[in-house]
């Protein structure tokens, strides 16, 4: 995941039970050009938060003792350092997606609203050392450009002609979203003290100073802004690198030797199944020509996946 905003990347790199992060890492930083000091590896199973492993940070851990599937490897922003001319990372605010929905009853101030997390937290740049002073705008600059592509346009034809979107005033500003300062866990405000029951103190997008607390960034959604703006769709959808596919053939080369190939795709499997079978003597038909039994050829097609597809992987 790039700090640009663009869309994320999928490599491909053949591993071994018995390499160590510092292998993926240096493959890594090959193929994505960057160094291994912006290479930061992020447990991301809960949209709430983005936890950083520790055993990840420890070069000499074995692949095996992790589920590397659990993680995701983030771009960190670097900055030259002021003693040295060696590159080092710099402190980076974390920013998670959250919407709150209002139920029509409730019991206390806790349960009068309720906090849903989604998508995938981003990282934001932070430098305090830097001399140039650090705007709450330039914040909700960096979040928006990050979002861009997870956001319907306002020039689209299917915004303009929905009738839905007019009538929403909230999309009248320049962000759908609220930036708030929230503790880690994304639930509580990082500032107030916990008798208040505050949910996270906002912040506009204006020229004065960004305040940095220990905590998080929750990126708030309305509820019509969420629906109408953003593209749930899209954050699945990766650019797939040419090494994915180089990765895979030497799978299947290897198909002959001691190793079992780790990399089985669902394409991989629905084109088996589609493939022409020929059934030989298992089942005949009658031909209408020659009056006698020929072997078939059977072939099936899917015109539609269903809800609920299982497959059967048999490992000999």
């Not at 390499?19 to 960057?34: G, N």
């Not at 609220?178 to 509580?188: A, D, M, N, Q, R």
């Not at 990765?247 to 079992?260: C, G, I, V, Y």
């Amino acid at each position: 995941v790039r700090l640009d905003g663009l869309k994320p990347i999928r490599y491909g790199i053949k591993l071994d039970g018995e390499l160590t992060v510092d292998h993926i890492k240096k493959q890594l930083s090959i193929l994505s050009s960057l160094s291994i000091e912006q290479i930061g590896f992020f447990d991301v199973t809960h949209p709430s938060s983005l936890r950083r492993h520790t055993l990840m940070d420890y070069n000499q851990t074995k692949i095996k003792q992790l589920n590397v599937r659990d993680f995701v490897a983030y771009e960190l922003p670097l900055t030259k350092s002021t003693d040295n001319n060696n590159s080092s990372s710099i402190p980076f605010i974390i920013a998670i997606h959250r919407r709150l929905e209002h139920p029509d009853r409730y019991l206390s101030p806790l349960t009068r609203q309720k906090i849903l997390f989604f998508g995938q937290p981003i990282i934001i740049a932070y430098d305090e050392n830097e001399s140039t002073k650090i705007t709450n705008k330039s914040i909700y600059e960096n979040v928006s450009k990050q979002l861009e592509r997870l956001l319907r346009k306002n020039t689209d034809l299917s915004y303009v002609s929905n009738h839905a979107l007019d009538c929403d005033d909230s999309l009248g500003e320049r962000y759908p979203f609220i930036l708030k300062h929230v503790t880690e866990e994304g639930k509580k405000c990082s500032i107030c003290p916990w008798n208040r029951f505050c949910t996270g103190c906002s912040f506009e997008s204006n020229t004065n100073e960004f305040l940095r607390t220990r905590g998080n960034l929750a990126i708030e959604w309305e509820s019509s802004a969420y629906y109408l703006r953003y593209l749930s769709g899209r954050e699945q959808d990766v650019e797939i690198h040419p090494s994915v596919k180089s990765s895979r053939t030497l799978n299947k080369n290897d198909a002959n030797t001691d190793e079992p190939s780790s990399i089985i795709t669902l394409e991989d499997c629905l084109q088996s199944f589609t493939n022409w079978e020929n059934l030989e003597n298992k089942e005949m038909f009658n031909c209408k020509r020659c009056k006698k039994l020929q072997p078939a050829d059977k072939k099936l097609d899917i015109w539609k996946l269903p809800p609920c597809l299982v497959s059967y992987l048999i490992i000999e």
